[in-house]
């Protein structure tokens, strides 16, 4: 699944525009490596969301292309 697309269902950003601006800003990193929008999400992938002076780091735990607001939040497991 493509990365802005995951972090939309995940509820980890609200909106795939925003996720996709957060992208083009070099604001997400996979794996240690600057990530494009269209890059594609695996299992276990390490994912950071740089806003401002925070950063949200997470492991991927499922991929499901459509799921519930509550089974959101099993589809990663938050390191920091």
């Known amino acids: 699944m493509r990365l802005d697309k995951f972090l939309k269902v995940s509820r980890v950003?609200?909106?795939r525009t925003v996720a996709n601006e957060a992208c083009d800003a070099g604001r997400?990193?996979?794996?240690?490596k600057v990530a494009k929008a269209?890059?594609?999400?695996?299992?276990d992938d390490i994912i950071e969301i740089k806003y401002g002076e925070k950063i949200i780091k997470f492991k991927v735990k499922s991929i499901e292309n459509v799921i519930s607001k509550e089974g959101a939040s099993?589809?990663?497991?938050?390191?920091?």
């Not at 997400?28 to 240690?32: Q, R």
């Open 13 to 15: 950003i609200k909106r």
């Open 74 to 80: 099993g589809m990663i497991e938050m390191l920091s």
């Open 38 to 43: 269209s890059t594609e999400v695996k299992l």
């Open 28 to 32: 997400v990193v996979i794996n240690g």
